[in-house]
């Protein structure tokens, strides 16, 4: 359950406003695509309540760290970053610290004891509590709504379904995130409305499990939002993130062939390539069934770029097991791969199993899956030299060349003369495991 206020510390001293104007927030933020989209929004509400959010941490009055909870190594850098800022607010009296995301989800108030200079702790889900408590406690330093200026971004994340259902052994975040929440359709386009009119030209539909998505008034699908969404004017390009397999249907690779903005990209996250490492994880689809998915998303949509999450060293994976994943990406020929050595999680099913893969077997496995990859994103990138390549240019270099991303995702450099918003069709003239170069 989301927490229904804003917990604060009891030591919790006055605010003091540094200067004139309104009062400057730092965000920041690590995790997924939800924590971005998260930061995202709570920079608009602060605006809207009079603050001033994209302040530089040493200009800051408050600081806000959107947490994420679901692997060791980012609670690890979140504990770090607080454990820094104690002497960031003992520089300034009256700075305060404020935490959301995932750790508050997994840990709640135990924060609050656990950093004594840490002043509130609050729900992503639920964020109107402590906006009221900042804006009491502000009180003469707000001045009304402070206007964001047109946004630097070209790319945004929009979520359109929030928690998850599926109960992945391994994974924490159906306990930090909640259960499934779609929001309604004529909300998420009225949101991409919004992006569009302050710059955006790429909209990712962001969810946990974006496929599972309904709307609570009609219960129509991702598909049919999809088809809402390419109907917003301006609009470039469409994506949609994390789509699970068993919501994989075959209007949705339809969506993606027919409609004009929609990349010709899908990520489906397949875990391993073992089933009887699937049934541990209670993925609830088998090898066979996955492989059939992607067949039907490549003869949908010609050109399709496929990408998936593998998990190694999960626990009890035999050798038999991991080769098994390994012979599917070697069969498959995925154009990305996202691999991480498997972190056990506090409150999982799989918590309570041994971690019994040793760290040098996790790291030599995953370097396996890394060369593996490496080796088969370079012979898909070259096949592409010679080709025509359509780009949207994200920004310019150091060196002042332009890049940005193909409809199916790659990073492309240009020698071209353009500027961030540009969309290009470039020759492909070489290309490594990572990037192509295009002129």
């Known amino acids: 359950m989301p927490l229904p206020m804003a917990e604060a510390a009891p030591h919790r001293e006055p605010i003091v406003v540094s200067g004139d104007g309104a009062p400057r927030v730092h965000i920041w933020q690590i995790g997924c695509q939800m924590n971005t989209a998260d930061a995202d929004a709570l920079s608009e509400a602060f605006a809207e309540i009079g603050l001033r959010p994209g302040a530089d941490l040493a200009?800051?009055?408050?600081?806000?760290?959107?947490?994420?909870?679901?692997?060791?190594?980012?609670?690890?850098?979140?504990?770090?970053?607080?454990?820094?800022?104690?002497?960031?607010?003992?520089?300034?009296?009256?700075r305060a610290i404020a935490v959301t995301g995932c750790m508050v989800g997994e840990h709640g108030g135990e924060l609050l004891r656990r950093f004594r200079h840490l002043d509130y702790v609050f729900d992503m889900r639920e964020p109107d509590g402590f906006l009221a408590r900042v804006r009491d406690l502000y009180?003469?330093?707000?001045?009304?709504?402070?206007?964001?200026?047109?946004?630097?971004?070209?790319c945004a994340y929009l979520p359109v379904i929030l928690g998850c259902n599926e109960m992945c052994t391994y994974c924490i975040v159906p306990f930090v995130r909640g259960r499934e929440l779609s929001r309604p359709a004529e909300e998420i386009e009225a949101d991409a409305r919004r992006l569009?009119?302050?710059g955006v030209a790429e909209i990712t539909l962001l969810g946990q499990n974006v496929n599972s998505y309904r709307d609570p008034d009609s219960g129509a699908g991702l598909p049919e939002l999809m088809r809402l969404v390419d109907r917003v004017p301006g609009l470039r390009r469409m994506r949609f993130l994390t789509s699970h397999p068993r919501n994989a249907s075959p209007d949705l690779f339809s969506a993606i062939a027919e409609l004009g903005t929609a990349c010709e990209q899908l990520h489906l996250p397949v875990q391993s390539g073992s089933d009887s490492c699937l049934r541990r994880m209670k993925r609830e689809y088998s090898v066979a069934e996955y492989l059939r998915i992607l067949e039907r998303a490549r003869r949908r949509v010609p050109g399709i770029a496929l990408t998936t999450d593998i998990i190694v060293g999960f626990c009890g994976e035999t050798e038999a097991e991991f080769e098994a994943t390994y012979h599917m990406l070697e069969t498959v020929q995925f154009d990305t791969v996202h691999i991480q050595a498997y972190s056990p999680r506090p409150g999982t099913a799989a918590y309570r199993r041994a971690d019994d893969i040793p760290r040098e077997v996790k790291s030599e496995r995953l370097h396996r899956v890394l060369d593996l990859q490496r080796g088969i994103s370079h012979r898909r990138n070259q096949a592409l030299v010679g080709s025509q390549v359509e780009v949207l240019v994200e920004g310019l270099g150091q060196d002042g060349r332009p890049f940005g991303r193909t409809r199916q995702g790659r990073l492309v450099w240009s020698d071209a003369p353009a500027g961030a918003g540009d969309v290009l069709s470039l020759t492909v003239t070489s290309a490594t495991a990572w990037q192509l170069a295009a002129g």
């Not at 609670?75 to 009256?94: F, I, M, Q, T």
Request: hydrophobic fraction near 40%.
């Open 59 to 94: 200009e800051a009055d408050l600081t806000v760290l959107v947490t994420c909870a679901v692997r060791q190594h980012a609670e690890d850098k979140a504990n770090a970053k607080l454990g820094e800022l104690k002497a960031w607010k003992r520089d300034r009296p009256g």
């Open 139 to 154: 009180q003469g330093a707000l001045q009304g709504p402070v206007p964001l200026p047109a946004s630097d971004r070209l």
């Open 196 to 198: 569009v009119g302050r």
